[in-house]
């Protein structure tokens, strides 16, 4: 069974452009989480899509938005970039067993750097 | 304070030695508990998750969970270089809740041969 795949891999951005990312989940999986990973603050949770509604959120700016489409696949978005926000961003997947992310095995993905300059 | 304490080590040590990793946290809602490893330039992948207090045993990989006193802990008997990598402990609450899982942020572990 093929892993969780991000796309792009590597992507540099300048202050106050706008950028998403791509997330594809592991075949059967219905949930998709979101997390930031700094070497200041580790791995942070940003969001959970599961059948494509938003069902659990962390505690990031409304610049930070995601969306899941039919086929389970998301996308999440950053817009008006800010240099804080270069990270490593995660994509996780897991059968959505009720509960969210605490309760259900996650599979995390290669992750994407994001860099801004 | 932060919800979950981790030492960020780095933590060296020899190849065969018996390595003890650990993590300590706050909030007593905390039900499920988790240990991945993540290499460098990949994600975290899932070692070992536990419910509630007691251990639990797999290959050369033991971890331990004492609610009492909010401390977590992974050993790794026989450590080889290949076991080099960092190790995030991770938990949440039933349901999960509005936090998904929280993070220790990591110990780097090193394994000299």
């Known amino acids: 069974k093929a892993g969780v795949t991000q796309t792009p891999r590597y992507l540099i951005k300048t202050r106050g452009q706008q950028v998403t990312l791509s997330c594809s989940p592991i075949?059967?999986?219905?949930?998709v989480s979101w997390y930031q990973q700094t070497p200041g603050q580790g791995l942070q949770f940003l969001f959970e899509y599961f059948s494509e509604t938003q069902r659990n959120k962390g505690n990031f700016p409304g610049r930070f938005s995601g969306r899941q489409f039919s086929n389970s696949r998301s996308e999440m978005n950053v817009s008006t970039l800010e240099l804080g926000d270069s990270a490593l961003y995660l994509c996780a997947s897991s059968a959505g067993l009720a509960g969210g992310p605490g309760t259900d095995t996650q599979y995390f993905g290669p992750g994407t750097r994001l860099t801004v300059l | 304070q932060k919800e979950v304490e981790q030492d960020p080590g780095p933590l060296s040590v020899p190849e065969g030695a018996i390595v003890s990793l650990n993590c300590t946290y706050s909030?007593?809602?905390?039900?499920?508990f988790m240990w991945y490893r993540q290499y460098s330039r990949k994600g975290p992948e899932l070692l070992m998750y536990t419910y509630s207090s007691g251990n639990k045993e797999d290959g050369r990989f033991t971890a331990q969970v004492d609610k009492s006193s909010k401390y977590i802990s992974l050993f790794i008997r026989d450590s080889q270089p290949s076991d080099s990598a960092t190790y995030l402990c991770a938990m949440s609450a039933p349901g999960g809740g509005a936090d998904g899982l929280t993070f220790g942020k990591g110990t780097h572990l090193i394994i000299q041969p």
């Open positions: 909030n007593s809602a905390f039900q499920y």
């Open positions: 075949s059967g999986h219905r949930s």
